[in-house]
Structure formats: C-alpha cells, structure tokens
C-alpha cells in the first residue's frame, strides 16, 4: 500500500512539473479585430502574443500563412485558398513579461474571392495548428 501511495505522489508531481515547463504553457494569446463598417475596407486583425513566463520565448513572427482563422457561428472554419509565402524566416524572441503584436489586414472576403457577410468568428492562432489560440472574437460583416 505504502508503495502505490509513493507512485501516486510521484506521478502528481511529475505532471504538475510537466505542465509547467512546457513551452507554450505560460504563453497567452489575445486578437483583437478593427472596426469596418464599410463593405470591401480591409479588416484589421491583431494578435498579441504575451510571455508570462519566467524565461525567454522565441517563435516565428512571418505572417504567411495568415495567423488567423475566420469560421461561422456554429464553428465551420472557412478554408485558405492559395497564399504566396516566401522562404523568409523571421523570428524574435520575448522576455518574461513582454509581449509582441501581430497585425494582418483581411479584405472580409471568403478564400474564394467573395465577400462574407452577416456573423463570423475571427481567432489568432499564432502557432498555427499547434500552441495557445485566443478567445474567439464575433464580427459582423455588413452588406
């Protein structure tokens, strides 16, 4: 019994350790989305990436592909279309404490070229596919 109790203890610390020194645990994800009241203006997105963490953070700053979805209300993601991307690598690196902005314009078009309107759902996800994402944010496109 005693031995089941000592492996008990050992897993909770072990994972509450892991957690803790994972690299992407400490990192909080925040977008914003610029007012556009006007059909066919850009569309602001802002995603702030914060380091509360104790150490330094490094990742990718490239934009491309865009570090942002757009999905309906019932969470229906509107795929990419094709992106021209370079093969420029960019990255920086925060220190505990700081925090860093992406910005990218979207055209309030779907990737087929049309222009979205009615409710939709805009959330950052800095690390693509992997890593923290924001809260998502609701907009509404007009007419």
Known sequence: MRVNVSILV?????????????????IRVVTSVG?????????????????????????????CPI????????GFVLTAGEQICTMEARGTTLAP??????????????WDGAPLIGWFRVVGQPFLTAGPQSAPVTIELPR
Do not use: H
Request: charge should be negative.
């Open 10 to 26: 050992g897993l909770l610390l072990g994972t509450a350790c892991q957690s803790s020194t994972e690299p992407l645990a400490d």
């Open 67 to 74: 570090r942002f979805r757009v999905e309906t209300l019932t």
């Open 97 to 110: 404490g700081e925090s860093y902005q992406l910005n990218e314009l979207w055209s309030g078009n779907g």
């Open 35 to 63: 007012a556009s009241g006007v059909p066919a203006t850009p569309i602001m997105i802002s995603t702030t990436i914060v380091n509360e963490s104790n150490r330094a953070f490094a990742f990718s700053t490239k934009t």
